[in-house]
T-cell receptor, first 118, second 114 residues
Framework: DVKVTQSSRYLVKRTGEKVFLECVQD?????MFWYRQDPGLGLRLIYF???????EKGDIPEGYSVSREKKERFSLILESASTNQTSMYLC?????????????????FGNGTRLTVT | SQQGEEDPQALSIQEGENATMNCSYK?????LQWYRQNSGRGLVHLIL?????REKHSGRLRVTLDTSKKSSSLLITASRAADTASYFC??????????????FGQGTILTVHP
């Protein structure tokens, strides 16, 4: 089974701090994604990556950056945490990096990191 | 903008009954997927239906897709208390470069009473 591991289940940070959320997958997946989940808003895509050192903005990239130095690891960075970034953050990975998206494999999610910014 | 929207937002049924959740979307898609989320956990993939398919089955799950109406439904038959969870539809939107990224709806909270 694919395993996607997020480094922390719960995190509490102060406003203005730089925050790193780490995600590791063990199945050699090309694609990796960061979503945030908020009540009433569902999941929204922050950033994704389809290869090492490649990154693309999602729907809500403002205030975030990402890093993918190795294929198995995808980091989400909050440059200066703010209270409106309090949320559940979900990392996911999938197998295909091709443009034939009708054949894309499903996303495999980690258990999430609940971040509170005070 | 919100692509997939589930209906109802919450559903409460008795064990043994069937549960039907609906999803509407706005743009053309390559495929539509359903996911399940237990409280405080990540999402788990249930089933994928491609845009050229109309119906798909997996165990007690039945998914339909009507691309002319831009809608899908998920039916869970003979529900169990363990089916209690949130259910999300997600679309892989057509056009441009997808790389498999999905747009999720807000979800339906299903409660199955023993």
């Amino acid at each position: 089974d694919v395993k996607v591991t997020q480094s922390s289940r719960y995190l509490v940070k102060r406003t203005g701090e730089k925050v790193f959320l780490e995600c590791v997958q063990d199945m050699d997946h090309e694609n990796m994604f960061w979503y945030r989940q908020d009540p009433g808003l569902g999941l929204r895509l922050i950033y994704f990556s389809y290869d090492v050192k490649m990154k693309e903005k999602g729907d809500i990239p403002e205030g975030y950056s990402v890093s993918r130095e190795k294929k198995e690891r995808f980091s989400l960075i909050l440059e200066s945490a703010s209270t409106n970034q309090t949320s559940m953050y979900l990392c996911a990975s999938s197998l295909f990096g091709q443009r034939m998206s009708s054949y894309n494999s499903p996303l495999h999610f980690g258990n999430g990191t609940r971040l509170t910014v005070t | 903008s919100q692509q997939g929207e589930e209906d109802p937002q919450a559903l409460s049924i008795q064990e043994g009954e069937n549960a039907t959740m609906n999803c509407s979307y706005k743009t053309s898609i390559n495929n539509l997927q359903w996911y399940r989320q237990n409280s405080g956990r990540g999402l788990v993939h249930l089933i994928l239906i491609r845009s050229n398919e109309r119906e798909k089955h997996s165990g007690r799950l039945r998914v339909t897709l009507d691309t002319s109406k831009k809608s899908s439904s998920l039916l869970i038959t003979a529900s169990r208390a363990a089916d209690t969870a949130s259910y999300f539809c997600a679309t892989d939107n057509a056009g441009g470069t997808s790389y498999g990224k999905l747009t999720f709806g807000q979800g339906t909270i299903l409660t199955v009473h023993p």
